[in-house]
């Protein structure tokens, strides 16, 4: 069985930053994608940044150059720290991953993030 724990989100000032971690455990012993998504009130899930076991990094267009995704293989561990926050960046944020072995797609339980003044 695969858990991913996500850190605390938090409540930040437009402008300023916030780092999210999540931390995969249980029986993985192949990882290939980690990655994290976001959720606004009323809208879809959509795919913020996900990184690759072999760290090729993708992003969407509205966090390129204020969000930086990395993991940890070592730890199973990916991070997303975000910069030069906006009040539109105010989401669930959920981990994910997709695991070669076992085979499976895996969601963390979601924090929130709001950018507020």
């Known amino acids: 069985q695969v858990q991913l724990v996500e850190s605390e989100g938090g409540l930040v000032q437009p402008g300023g930053s916030l780092r999210l971690s999540c931390v995969a455990s249980?029986?993985?012993?192949?990882?290939?994608?980690m990655g994290w998504y976001r959720q606004a009130p009323g809208k879809q899930r959509d795919l913020v940044a996900r990184?690759?076991?072999?760290?090729?990094?993708n992003y969407a267009d509205s966090v390129k150059g204020r969000f930086t995704i990395s993991r940890d293989n070592g730890r199973n561990t990916v991070y997303l720290q975000m910069n030069r926050l906006k009040p539109e960046d105010t989401a669930v944020y959920y981990c994910h991953l997709i695991s070669v072995l076992p085979p499976g797609t895996y969601w963390g339980q979601g924090t929130q993030v709001t950018v507020s003044s």
């Open positions: 249980g029986s993985i012993f192949s990882i290939n994608v």
């Open positions: 990184i690759t076991s072999s760290n090729s990094t």
